[in-house]
């Protein structure tokens, strides 16, 4: 075991999981594009914003070297996104990775990321919304923990301001080695990001229009590794060479407009039921839906999930602050967590090491 891994009892099988050091103030994040060419196309304000609640943190910000590059729906080839990511974690001015934006396209750079040198450098790395793919090869073929589901520019841009509960989750969870506690929000925002399709829009704050809350649709106690995503991405990793093992798990994962709806749901985890994934899992996890009906004119979203969940016998929590609204939890993906319905309680092992674990960066330049 290195001095940058720590033995975590992950999907039944005891092997090492890496952590990486915990940011600190005067560290540098670097932000990259895996998908969709957010950077290009917002405005100079929102980054300006995204780029002031860092430094407010204590940290410094650069660019991926393609990050801008617009090139139909992506920031770039699949090779110059991939690189970014790749030059990041060999960059020893680098203590953090943190994406832009989710998108579609981050599919395409699992086989092109270097996982012995991300398993050789291990650094945090924060992703969104598709970019789960992105986390989940890391966690199977670089055995590193890593964060989700907040972003540069949704989040951190947030007009006029960051959610303060955001803030603190990643404080929490990527500047420090405490245990995550989490609660719900009291209230959360689904409300279109208006900088998506017209970046002179964006100068308009976002009403928190819904009330915040969890419920537990089955009750119980589980731990296990926290493996999740959006659910159509954890659907098209889980048949490739780049999914974990979910044995154990507890699955957290969410829906927003743009991919799914109740009848989406049930196609999604029927797929996973017969990839035997959902008969493995020890609890499972369910985002609010973004934007998606709860109903439709067969069976509710809480239905559908109460029939696929029959083949595992674990807690059920939903309505959880895990996908596309905001504020949201920052999660380590592959670390330890724990579901206690009767202590109404969700909590998970720190995804991070001290940060004097990190090698002395005086001597890699």
């Known amino acids: ?26 560290d540098t994040i670097r932000v990259v594009c895996p998908g969709w060419p957010a950077l290009a ?72 990321l270097d996982y012995d040198c991300i398993a050789s450098n291990p650094k945090i790395f924060i992703s969104h919304s598709n970019n789960a793919s992105l ?41 420090s080695c405490d245990p995550i506690y989490l609660r719900p929000v009291g209230t959360r925002t689904d409300a279109p990001l208006p900088f998506l399709f017209d970046p002179s829009h ?43 093992s979910f044995a154990r798990a507890i699955l957290y994962w969410d829906l927003t407009h743009y991919n799914g709806n109740v009848v989406a749901a049930d196609a999604y985890l029927a797929a996973m039921a017969r990839r035997g994934i959902l008969a493995q899992l020890s609890g499972m996890i369910v985002g609010y839906p973004c934007r998606v009906p709860r109903h439709d004119s067969m069976a509710s979203l809480d239905e559908i999930v109460v029939k696929w969940c029959a083949e595992f016998d674990g807690p059920i929590l939903v309505d959880a602050d895990c996908g596309h609204t905001d504020p949201t939890w920052v999660l380590p993906l592959g670390s330890d967590g724990h579901l206690d319905s009767r202590a109404d309680a969700f909590w998970c092992a720190p995804g991070t090491m001290p940060t004097s674990s990190r090698p002395d960066r005086s001597l890699a330049r």
């Open 1 to 26: 075991m290195t001095a940058n891994s720590v033995s975590l009892e992950v999907a039944g099988s005891g092997f090492d999981l890496r952590r990486a050091p915990h940011l600190s103030v005067g």
């Open 41 to 112: 196309l917002m405005s100079e304000a929102r980054r300006e914003r995204a780029e002031a609640a860092l430094r407010a943190l204590g940290l410094k910000v650069s660019y991926g070297k393609n990050a801008f590059a617009p090139v139909a729906h992506a920031a770039g080839s699949a090779a110059e996104r991939a690189s970014d990511i790749n030059d990041a974690f060999r960059d020893p001015s680098v203590a953090g990775i943190l994406c832009a934006i989710g998108g579609v396209h981050s599919l395409d750079l699992l086989p092109l």
């Open 135 to 175: 986390n989940l090869a890391i966690l199977a073929k670089a055995r590193l923990i890593s964060f989700q589901p907040v972003c540069f520019t949704n989040h951190f841009g947030e007009f006029p301001a960051p959610a303060p509960e955001t803030l603190q989750n990643f404080q929490i969870a990527c500047m």
């Open 202 to 244: 964006d100068m308009a704050g976002r009403p928190r229009n819904l009330s915040g809350g969890w419920r537990w649709l089955r009750h119980g106690c589980a731990s296990g590794p926290l493996i999740g995503g959006l659910l159509s991405t954890l659907v098209d990793v889980a048949d490739t060479d780049w999914a974990p």
